[in-house]
């Protein structure tokens, strides 16, 4: 066999392992350190629920919850009421609650499939005996919004994410 077709099926076998690699990291999933810086109030500890939300305002999934006492889950007044009846299981996805002041450092695993589609993560803080704040900060689900620090309105003062070292 001559070394022609050997490399022609190099190549071939290279073109189609670079297009898979290409392939998973669409359809995969992305690992997003996520800091909540939150804002100088006194009082309890706030419970922030961050959830994942389609073009049309809706509710599709709850991606993280500082808090984890469930008694205080109606607090989180919108993001309570969208779950419905059903809670799911959030202990892999869930974290203590935080202070005025302090700042939290979780991880969001993103499906990559919905960045820069018409998605965003919304936070929506809650402490007790204040107001709730439904939008306390809304992200578009882009690769532009996530390198950026956003504001937010309610309890959190910022959030900022990095690329989690271990994609």
Known sequence: MSSLPKIGFL????????????????????QYKCMIQMTNYMGEKAYVAVSL???KGAYEKTMYVLGSD?????????????LGKKTP?????????????????IVLEIDNAKLNKDYKLRFESAVEDKEDH??????PLTAEALSTKS??????RYVRFSPNASN
């Open 11 to 30: 190549v071939l076998a290279l073109i189609m392992a670079g297009s898979s690699v290409s392939f998973a990291q669409q359809t995969g999933t992305s």
């Open 53 to 55: 939300m389609n073009g």
């Open 70 to 82: 469930k008694k205080w889950y109606p607090d989180v007044k919108a993001w309570y009421k969208a």
């Open 89 to 105: 299981t959030i202990s892999a996805i869930s974290g203590a609650s935080v202070a005025g002041g302090d700042r939290s450092v």
């Open 134 to 139: 439904v939008k306390d900060l809304e992200i």
């Open 151 to 156: 504001e937010g309105t309610g309890f959190i």
